[in-house]
């Protein structure tokens, strides 16, 4: 076993021994800070010091793509390699990045300078393709010189943020993060302030009202998820915030985060005294490092400013948040995956029910929400439920964010009605399929979605008219292709991505991840069988009805889509 220095480790094990397992990821990210990875000495010892088995600690770490249990090199490179980056050029950029590795010798050892890993989803679609560099985003990763990338002389280019309306994104285009004195110029934490002259089933009755539904794809009505925690007599309650966003091609939450923090604060505090909760956790993934700098901000200023901690405003009100970085796995943006990996363990999906509003969080009534949703809120609060449903249509009232990227001219964060069409959207907001060429196909709801074609350029883009489509809202994703995208690729890539992202809990989502990958590939590489498209059909619909979690269940959607609508793709040549 090498030896090391624990003396670095000594104020981390200090600081979350009274907490035990639930500090355990923290608890190891800050020993990676210290070592550059996990060493089994430091392991050892933030077993002792928070009472976890060591056995639980390796399971944790080796669950985690962003934990790491050997030495890496000194500086860690992350190239997204999902549709949207590879379309823009990423393989080349990985290639090019391989080629030039760098090595030292430590202690008789020769050991790579850089490590260059191949990575899902960085949450950086609109500006792909996408790097990140020992934590910190890069993109798009051509517009600088490799040595200056790997130097961490690059830039971020700013986000494109527009669309018909500005509501949940005013304030969002300044190029840097709303702090709590500009936001309170824009009439913020004024929500706050009316929801605690009401009573909490006011609260709730109002957003009830408003016809809010869940915007990180379940679409589950917020306020009965609010009654039913509400209601429930067990104490103590939790309210968290899913910032786990890393369905691929997604970025509106971290464009949220980064921008109007408070916005998300504020929601996050009206939710908690709607549902009588004095303690709440704010989840970001792991990839996320200036989102959750910013959020760390913003909820130290909101501390400073009595809007968090003891009684709030003079209310009598208590409640507090607690920042959480994820450690890389997608399956975690499953809200009971995510409750695990809170308290310190591997990120594997519960059974339900029973459900998250009587038993969540630590077994606790829980209520949570992802940020867009919660942004929503302040704007409920201070309208009224009858002038939010004044936007949108009667079944989908509100206003939506989506993310659009790919091959579109202008790819980046909209904020529209409900009711406005695709073709809306991307011809007359993003500028239409990039370089004047055609729409082959435009990918709805990430990887877990379904294929649209140009038949459904106008087709209403709410819950209702989607769903009469045969497509998936989602969280409102949308990856577009033009006609010489081939199909198949995009399909091993989607495919790739589950199964390396499946946690492996249960069999029908382990296998069968892994059984449509292996056909995808054969389908690629021009072997094609007799039967891989009803063999993949039927994978795809085994995963969906006896998968745990919604991983499994949503799997294979996008691939049976394709196998309709391209049938010959997947035929025996």
Request: proline residues 6%; negative net charge; charged residues 20%.
């Amino acid at each position: 076993m090498e030896n090391i220095d624990l003396t670095p480790l000594l104020p981390v094990l200090e600081k979350y021994s009274p907490q035990g397992q639930t500090a355990l990821l923290p608890a190891l990210q800050d020993a990676q800070e210290i070592y550059g990875y996990v060493p089994e000495q430091a392991a050892i010892e933030i077993s002792k010091g928070l009472r976890v088995p060591l056995a639980e600690i390796h399971g944790v770490l080796e669950f985690y793509s962003l934990l790491y249990n050997k030495p890496v090199g000194k500086t860690v490179v992350h190239v997204c390699t999902d549709p949207a980056c590879a379309m823009a050029g990423a393989e080349s950029l990985l290639k090019v990045m391989n080629r030039k590795l760098e090595f030292h010798v430590e202690k008789g050892e020769r050991l790579p300078s850089i490590t260059v890993e191949k990575a899902p989803c960085l949450g950086l679609c609109e500006h792909a393709p996408a790097l990140m560099v020992q934590g910190k985003p890069v993109a798009p990763g051509t517009s600088d010189t490799w040595e200056d990338i790997v130097a961490g002389k690059t830039h971020l280019a700013r986000p494109s943020i527009s669309g018909d309306i500005a509501i949940l994104t005013a304030g969002c285009n300044q190029g840097k993060p709303t702090e709590l004195a500009g936001y309170i110029k824009m009439n913020g934490y004024a929500a706050l302030q009316k929801a605690l002259q009401m009573t909490p089933q006011s609260v709730i009755a109002e957003v009830k009202a408003s016809g809010l539904v869940g915007r990180g794809g379940a679409a589950f009505p917020t306020g009965v998820k609010w009654e039913g925690a509400a209601n429930t007599p067990m104490e103590p309650k939790y309210v968290v915030c899913n910032a786990d966003e890393a369905e691929p091609g997604t970025f509106k939450d971290r464009i949220m985060m980064e921008n109007m923090p408070h916005r998300i604060l504020e929601g996050i505090i009206i939710a908690a005294y709607a549902i009588g909760a004095n303690k709440g956790y704010m989840y970001i993934r792991g990839e996320y490092l200036v989102p959750y700098q910013v959020m760390n901000h913003a909820v130290e200023e909101a501390r400073q400013a009595g809007y968090l901690g003891k009684n709030i405003l003079g209310s009598g009100f208590d409640f507090d948040l607690e920042l959480r970085r994820g450690a890389g796995a997608y399956v975690c943006g499953e809200e009971t995956a995510l409750f695990e990996s809170i308290e310190g363990k591997r990120g594997f999906p519960r059974v339900k029910p029973p459900f998250p509003t009587t038993h969540g969080l630590f077994g606790k009534p829980t209520v949570i929400n992802n940020v867009e949703t919660l942004c929503n809120v302040p704007f409920i609060l201070l309208e009224g439920a009858s002038g939010y449903r004044k936007i949108g249509t009667e079944k989908s009232p509100g206003p939506k964010l989506f993310c659009l990227s790919g091959d579109v001219e202008k790819p980046g964060l909209y904020e529209v009605p409900f009711g406005v069409t695709f073709r809306h959207l991307l011809e007359d907001l993003a500028g239409g399929v990039r370089h004047g060429k055609k729409m082959k196909a435009a990918l709805f709801g990430g990887a877990a979605g379904a294929f649209a074609i140009e038949k459904d350029l106008d087709v209403r883009l709410t819950f209702e008219d989607l769903r009469s489509a045969g497509l998936p809202l989602g969280s409102g994703v949308i990856t577009v292709f033009d006609e010489t995208r081939d199909m198949k690729d995009i399909c091993l890539r989607l495919a790739h991505f589950f199964a390396d992202e499946s946690c492996g809990k249960c069999f029908p989502c382990q296998i069968g991840t892994q059984r449509q990958y292996e056909i995808l590939q054969r389908v690629m590489q021009g072997d094609t069988l007799p039967g891989d498209m009803e063999r993949l059909r039927d994978i795809g619909q085994t995963m969906t009805d006896s998968s745990i979690c919604g991983l499994g269940q949503t799997a294979g959607l996008a691939i049976a889509s394709a196998t309709r609508l391209w049938p010959e793709l997947f035929q025996p040549q």
